[in-house]
């Protein structure tokens, strides 16, 4: 059996007349803090101090305590970059904004009050030449994806942030901040008409370029310009900040005080973040394949602006998301790996299966996305979906306060820098635990109440949600559709082809009063 929560709880004090017991049923430790990271101790009720959010600060590469810079330490300034819509983002964007999506969401379930602010890039190199190709305006050709993209968010169980501002609609904060940069001497109008930043004149002023990532200036070449949006971390370059109207832009530009033209990538998320959550906030996350010169660009245009309180940085935390491998190589179309979120649902994978599948390796450990693996996450949905629906005949016409037996565990792992990993193993430790209690005929309703209690403030990190028919994708849908039309035209060799069919996705036949249904594959 479990154990029962301690009935009162008092300060942990170091002593030797009593060996503390972990409420992880497997711990034997005299320290359990310190062995496994539980925060709270069932014998004689001893609490130990609360466990505080620990990260991995790419600013100063260490694990660091998280610390708001709101005096009060309760509100947090969260800003994401988001997509660039020019076209349907794929797994790896995904698994980025999931990942962002755990740390808002878990954020909330330790109490802080989190402004969440994603950007929407709808002006950048890639989006005008696909304009340019399809001769669309502009805002419809951005605005198709933007509304895929969000459908695709909702469709993994993301929390919409509070502010998506868009580049289109900050070019007058833009060209405000590159008015800023220039009047400090750091920005410059090169020959074209084109606005530069200038790393050597940043560096000269004792500020440094290079914070995120250590850089050779000596064998990087420095002094190059670069007028594209990426560019190689071979060139430290000096990059653009307005870029001067060029014939292939057509009708994407805007007019400045040095010419018609439009904005550089890195300046538009610097102008919007600033904008909206001050010149100074705490959380910065992104990809790790923005660290440089995206986010480097970022630091150096918004600190060479002069915004910041004295002391305070732009940004005092950035986390980023490592790379994502589809069957072991990097995506490519090309070699028959790269897929969009609607690929994955078309092949019978729910929204619910794949967040699971992009949850369950540590966001700093480059990941390696398969279709088995996506298997193996429904299996163990299949799991925890088993256990919660017995929990719930159980604790029918009870209620109960959440058990701490799943929620300290939990707690203890994503405080220590979102170890996912130790997160689900403390979730199925307690599926386990809790199929035998439902096993052996203990489960009272009232443990069964305070069991589904804490899984309800665990999937309010977790946001898995419950599986229910509506999440059937609409393509077996069509595929059970046009095995009732085989049947009765007596067509039975296609009936059964389109049940193995239906078999090999994970989904059976279920014959009901009210017709066939599918159901998941145990």
Partial sequence: MLPVP???????????DFKATCQNVRCASSNPRRHCGIEKVSREGYLYPPMALRVFNTLTRSVREFVPLDPAGQHVGLYCCGPTVYDFAHIGNFRTFVFVDLVRRYLQFKGFTVLHVMNITDVEDKIIQSVARTKMPLREYTAQYEAAFFEDFAALGCLRPHQTPHA???????????????????????????VYFSIEKYQAGGARYGQLVHLNFEQMRPGQRVASDEYAKEAVADFALWKARAEADGAVFWPSPWGE????????????????????FDLHLGGEDLIFPHHEDEIAQSEGAGAQEAGR???????HAAHLLAEGKKMSKSLGNFFTLRDLLRQGFTGREIRYALLSAHYRESFNFTLDGLRGARTALARLDECLAKLRVAAVGSTAPAEDALLAPFSAALDEDFNISGAWGAVFDWV????????????????????LAAWEKIDSVLALGRADESEVPAGLLALLEERQAARKARDFKRADTIRDELKAKGWVIEDTPKGARLKKAS
Wanted: with cysteine.
């Fill in 313 to 319: 940085p732009f940004v005092k935390y950035w986390m």
């Fill in 6 to 16: 301690p009935p009162a709880t008092r300060e942990w004090t170091p002593s030797n």
């Fill in 261 to 280: 033209g439009r904005p550089g990538w890195h300046i538009e998320c610097s102008a919007m973040s600033m904008k909206v959550l001050g010149a100074s």
């Fill in 168 to 194: 289109t609609e900050h070019i007058a904060d833009i060209i405000s901040l590159i008015e800023k940069l220039a009047a400090r001497g750091l920005a410059y109008r090169a020959a074209d008409g084109s």
């Fill in 432 to 451: 386990r635990d809790h199929n035998r209690l439902l096993q052996s005929g203990h489960a009272d309703p009232a443990r069964a109440a305070a069991a």
